[in-house]
């Protein structure tokens, strides 16, 4: 990500700027700074969303079943055990 900065006119509806305003005053921040962090915000979880449906995607089942049906020579720890 590039450390530049543009400046981008924003419209919004008066109820939503009103709102991000009140939100910033809470937060202590600048309305800018909010919106800056709210965009941050969405736009992280948003990749992180994509990487997670990408990553299910290559997911292999019997793969992951086959792991979880091994067992090792350790009996589990405390806390671990499989109650039925």
């Known amino acids: 990500m590039s450390s530049s900065r543009s400046n981008f006119p924003l419209r ?3 109820s939503v700027r009103r709102a991000a305003e009140a939100a910033a005053v ?3 921040v600048s309305l800018n700074q909010f919106i ?3 965009v941050a915000e ?3 979880a ?3 969303a994509r990487m997670m449906a990408e990553r299910a995607a290559r997911a292999d089942r019997r793969a992951f079943d086959a792991v979880m049906a ?5 009996a589990p720890r405390d ?3 499989i109650t039925a």
């Open 36 to 38: 800056n962090l709210a």
């Open 79 to 81: 806390g671990d055990e």
């Open 26 to 28: 809470e937060d202590g």
């Open 70 to 74: 091994a067992t090792g020579p350790e």
């Open 46 to 48: 948003l990749s992180g």
């Open 12 to 14: 919004l509806p008066d």
């Open 42 to 44: 969405k736009t992280a």
